[in-house]
């Protein structure tokens, strides 16, 4: 299991409310065709979170260039909005975080961690951590 958040080129702020609808049916589409699992998808305007399962033969850097490729080239298919933004044909930039997820340790912190991506809100978690 991974948390991957992924930067958009030049990190701009291009990911609407309708932009991230048609990036979860297309993540849908993915999970159909390759065993790439997405368990939460959270994004903010200029990076998307994603907490993923996959079979331990994929590595990383592959389910890494099967999300850019396929979901980059359809969102700019969907959303020709989305181009003007983006020149030079790039969605993604060429880096990304990854870090592995402890099954037992701490998915659901992270789960609910990308689930709140784009909201305003204040938890405490345990009384000691305090997230804006």
């Not at 030049?10 to 999970?31: D, F, H, M, P």
């Not at 590595?59 to 980059?72: D, G, L, N, P, Q």
């Not at 990304?96 to 998915?107: C, F, I, K, L, S």
Request: proline fraction near 2%; include cysteine.
């Amino acid at each position: 299991m991974y948390h991957l958040v992924l930067p958009l080129k030049y990190r701009r702020k291009a990911v609407t409310a309708s932009v991230g609808n048609t990036l979860k049916a297309i993540c849908q589409g993915i999970e159909e065709r390759y065993e790439i699992f997405f368990l939460e998808i959270g994004y903010e305007e200029d990076h998307v979170h994603f907490l993923v399962q996959s079979v331990p033969t994929n590595c990383v850097e592959e389910i890494i260039r099967v999300i850019k490729s396929i979901t980059a080239k359809e969102l700019f298919k969907r959303h020709p909005e989305v181009k003007k933004k983006l020149w030079g044909g790039k969605f993604w930039t060429s880096g990304y975080y990854a870090n592995t997820v402890g099954q037992y340790g701490n998915e659901d912190l992270i789960r609910q961690y990308v689930e709140d991506q784009g909201k305003t809100y204040e938890k405490i978690f345990k009384g000691q951590l305090k997230l804006f």
